[in-house]
């Protein structure tokens, strides 16, 4: 079950994790107390630790492994390409059919007119790519004036030093003295269960969207480069936007002649049941940013893809466009993301071919919702949320000993072999999209379980 465990035991990984390893978004003194848990395998939709249990993926690592663990076929990809040409840049040639098969594939399944690919290693990568395109564009429309970025309360876009700008979690930014300069936070996010008090979804929609509308005319509408969004808020809670909310925060970005931004660095590659989420609440964003999936994070690779007047602006100006790393493009990590669409493509795994599985688990999900300490379930695709209340009717916050049960839930998962994140009080679920209706029925049998233990 632990097959890529050697002769070392649990405690001498975890003492040479403390002595070395500093990991992301981590409190190290409780990670020292408590000792790292050791992944050192995975299959399908399940992760092996070092004290050999087997573990459902209830979040398929951080939102990406889209086709599950274990694949073959992505193994050979990567092998292939990298006996082929291990590494190649695309500063001053285009080095082999892997990065230029990609950038049409996703100008292929891409929504609207988007049609120009440039590649990055991570979602944070693509997000500051964006920023720098989009800012590019107004300087070469002869509009330098346009440099105020619109994003939400809650959002999440990364962690460099503009992504964790963009992020609308304030919790990010103290210790490094963001956020930059010129980005603006739209208040209340479209979060319904927590912001929608006595209104009705619809409109609280309006609401959402007039908070947008009124942020524009604040900053001044001819001074707003871009405005950026997640169709679904991912690391902020797992947050479906309220009905009609995208197709009228659509309408807004094009009454102010704005720069719409879709940020699919989770929500693309089938997370929603669609390519995209942008084709689920059928919008056309100027611009898209993505990773994850668009690998089933077998390989860092993340892209923006652009259309329209940006795309064209950017590819037909007559100067060096003076931007790209090392990687972009990287032979290997596009061979594996062709192979991964493919597979895809092939097992039906987006649209109709996963309808029937996405009900499935939306189902099972909300029969959830009459435990006890649950004040809501949500979800669309293969996303899904559960609110943990104290009391239902007033849905007062769930805490243990000061802090959100959220965490306390967390552990009561992996202790009976399941994988949920918690944001607050939130549980997450994203588990691989291949999951099947024996692996949906296990996942929320445990939960279940999680649930009860924790109240
Ligand atoms: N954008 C969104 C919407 C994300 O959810 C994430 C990561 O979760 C990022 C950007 C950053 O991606 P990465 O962690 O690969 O830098």
Redesign the pocket.
């Known amino acids: 079950n632990a097959p890529h465990l050697k002769s070392n035991s649990t405690k001498q990984w975890q003492d040479k994790d403390s002595a070395h390893l500093l990991h992301p978004f981590m409190s190290h003194p409780d990670l020292r107390k408590k000792g790292a848990r050791i992944v050192t395998g995975a299959e399908g939709v399940y992760i092996f630790d070092s004290e050999g249990n087997k573990i459902l993926d209830g979040m398929a690592g ?2 990406c492994t889209q086709i599950g663990y274990g694949n073959e076929e992505l193994v050979e990809a990567a092998t292939n390409a990298m006996r082929q040409l291990p590494y190649y840049n695309l500063f001053f040639m285009t080095s082999q059919p892997y990065a230029i098969e990609l950038a049409a594939k996703i100008a292929e399944k891409a929504p609207g007119n988007i049609d120009q690919v440039h590649f990055a290693t ?4 693509a ?1 500051d790519t964006a920023y720098k395109l989009i800012k590019y564009y107004w300087n070469l429309k002869g509009q330098p004036q346009r440099k105020q970025f619109i994003s939400r309360d809650r959002a ?4 460099t030093t503009v ?1 964790a700008s963009l992020c609308g979690l304030t919790g990010m930014h103290p210790q490094f003295d963001l956020p930059i300069e010129g980005i603006h936070h739209v208040s209340p996010a479209p979060y319904y269960f927590e912001n929608g008090g006595d209104l009705t979804p619809e409109e609280f929609t309006d609401v959402c969207v007039k908070a947008i509308e009124d942020k524009i005319l604040e900053v001044g509408p001819e001074n707003v480069a871009a405005f950026v969004g ?1 169709p679904v808020m ?2 902020g809670g797992m947050i479906p936007p309220p009905p009609g909310y995208w197709k009228k925060v659509e309408a807004v970005c094009r009454k102010y002649g704005i720069i719409m931004w879709c ?1 699919e ?2 929500c693309g590659w089938g997370r929603t049941g669609e390519w995209f989420g942008s084709q689920y609440f059928d919008i056309e964003p100027d611009i898209i ?1 993505m ?2 999936g668009l690998s089933s994070g077998y390989q860092p690779i ?1 892209a923006v893809a652009m259309g329209g007047d940006l795309a064209k602006t950017i590819r037909d100006g007559d100067e060096e466009m003076v931007h790209g790393f090392t990687y972009s493009g990287h032979p290997v990590a596009c061979a594996v993301a062709l192979k991964n669409i493919e597979i895809m493509e092939r097992d039906n795994l987006i649209g109709e071919g996963a309808k029937d599985r996405i009900d499935y688990f939306q189902e099972q999900l909300a029969s959830l919702s009459d435990h006890p300490i649950v004040g809501e379930t949500r979800g669309l695709g293969f996303l899904g949320a559960i609110e943990l209340v104290k009391d239902k009717k007033t849905k007062e916050r769930f805490e243990v000993e000061g802090s959100d049960a959220g965490f306390i839930c967390r552990e009561h998962c992996f202790n009976n072999g399941l994988v949920m994140r918690s944001v607050g009080n939130t549980m997450i679920l994203s588990p691989p999209i291949i999951i099947t209706k024996d692996e949906i029925d296990e996942l929320v049998t445990k939960a279940r379980r999680a649930l009860d233990l924790t109240a």
């Open positions: 951080l939102w991570s979602g944070s990568e997000v999440y876009h990364g962690s992504a997640e991912g690391a940020d660095v989770i940013t990773a994850k993340s």
